[in-house]
């Protein structure tokens, strides 16, 4: 039989991807698609989308450290952090943000993502207990993965089932780890409890304090630093440079002996091309931007605190923010989604959480809190939201 013909009577030609069709027919009957959807770099479009909790990301002063270190030191960092890619911008960035959050020694990573891969990674292993909260964020989730280690995921926020789980393997080698403020929900992790729960064990505390730098603490500097536990000696910080800070990358923060075995062993440090030096430089200036006005921080607080007020008392079901993040339950998936559409046809970018995003099942708009929104920004993104609403079932 000709080929042509052969091919014919064995039916359309299967391929190795072919299986990632019916995965989307069931996405799409799921209403669960996701798509992406590229921003115009000039628009009317009033953001409480995005993680920009500071509003630095535009800020002349950053965008011209980011713009200086690349024409400085090169568009990439050329190699890995430990044969070409660590510049003097990546010691600096370091030195500073250790000091300002009170840690004796940090290292920056590509993404906050790679720098919870490495603290878990490197501080767990396959004799190593992880005890984790049910809402961690992914990164946290894939950590504990590959650090091959028995992981306890506990209730969220409760640190009586952290001490239980931990009272349960004793003399285990054990980590605690926790976002310090809960992507989803904005809600901060019992952080003193949760010491304490690793001091009576002699367990490591890891936090991601993603959302709480630049936000919570004196004048911005964490979550760790509020609770009083900045610069513990069996307490590791891990960050990102995308939210606060305006600009792209992550870091550990440490005890300098566990900087120095994350240097030695974490995976994600040593095989990643490192930071680039735009993004250290920006990272660097929004940094400065930060210890020169203490005050955004507090203005950001502020700014979650009122978004919270106008629309509890308009009646919409929103958790008290502890920090930048403004969370507002929806009554399904579909309303979720579709009034983040019509907010974003009035003018207002909002952030979208469903499942499986959400394992709680609940979706919810998230608003984040900008230092530097005014208060008429303020009433306009509440009276969007207000006015798209979708009707209480
Ligand atoms: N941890 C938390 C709590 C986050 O929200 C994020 C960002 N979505 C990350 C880690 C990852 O950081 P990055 O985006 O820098 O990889």
């Keep these: 039989m000709p080929q042509a013909d052969e091919a014919r009577a064995e039916g359309p030609r299967r391929t190795a991807f072919d299986w990632t069709d019916a ?157 310090s403020v809960f992507s989803v929900d904005g809600d901060k992790a019992p952080l003193p409890e949760l010491a304490a729960a690793c001091r009576a064990h002699g367990a490591g505390l890891v936090v991601d304090d993603a959302h709480g730098l630049g936000v919570l603490g004196d004048g911005g500097r964490g979550a760790l630093h509020e609770a009083g536990l900045a610069g513990d000696e069996d307490v590791v910080a891990t960050l990102t440079l995308s939210k606060s800070l305006g600009s792209q990358g992550g870091a550990v923060l440490g005890p300098a002996r566990v900087i120095e075995h994350l240097v030695n062993a974490a995976r994600t440090f040593i095989f990643d091309t490192g930071l680039a030096p735009a993004a250290a430089g920006g990272a660097l200036a ?23 007020r106008l629309l509890t008392d308009a009646g919409l079901t929103s958790a008290r923010p502890d920090a930048a993040v403004v969370s507002v339950r929806a009554p399904s998936p579909e309303a979720a989604l579709r009034w983040a559409a019509d907010c974003r046809e009035q003018g207002l970018g909002v952030g979208c959480f469903r499942p499986p995003s959400v394992p709680d099942g609940i979706s919810r708009l998230r608003l984040t809190a900008r230092a530097d929104l005014d208060d008429a920004q303020i009433e306009r993104a509440v009276g969007t939201i207000l006015r798209t609403a979708p009707a209480v079932p």
């Design 23 to 179: 995965e989307a027919r069931r996405r799409a009957d799921a209403g669960l698609v996701r798509t992406l959807r590229p921003r115009a770099a000039e628009s009317d479009l009033l953001d409480l989308a995005s993680n920009d909790y500071l509003g630095l990301t535009r800020r002349p002063a950053v965008t011209e450290g980011a713009a200086e270190a690349a024409r400085r030191w090169g568009a990439g960092s050329t190699g890995s952090r430990l044969v070409t890619g660590t510049t003097r911008l990546h010691t600096r960035l370091e030195r500073e943000l250790a000091d300002f959050c009170g840690f004796e020694a940090a290292l920056v990573f590509s993404s906050g993502y790679t720098a919870n891969l490495a603290a878990l990674t490197a501080l767990g292993g396959r004799d190593a207990l992880i005890v984790s909260d049910a809402a961690n964020h992914a990164s946290i989730v894939d950590g504990c993965r590959l650090a091959r280690a028995e992981t306890a995921v506990v209730p969220h926020t409760d640190p009586e089932a952290v001490r239980k789980t931990l009272d349960a393997h004793p003399g285990r080698r054990a980590l605690v780890v926790s976002d």
């Design 286 to 308: 929004g940094l400065r931007a930060l210890v020169a006005e203490p005050e955004l921080a507090e203005r950001a607080r502020t700014v979650a605190g009122t978004l919270h």
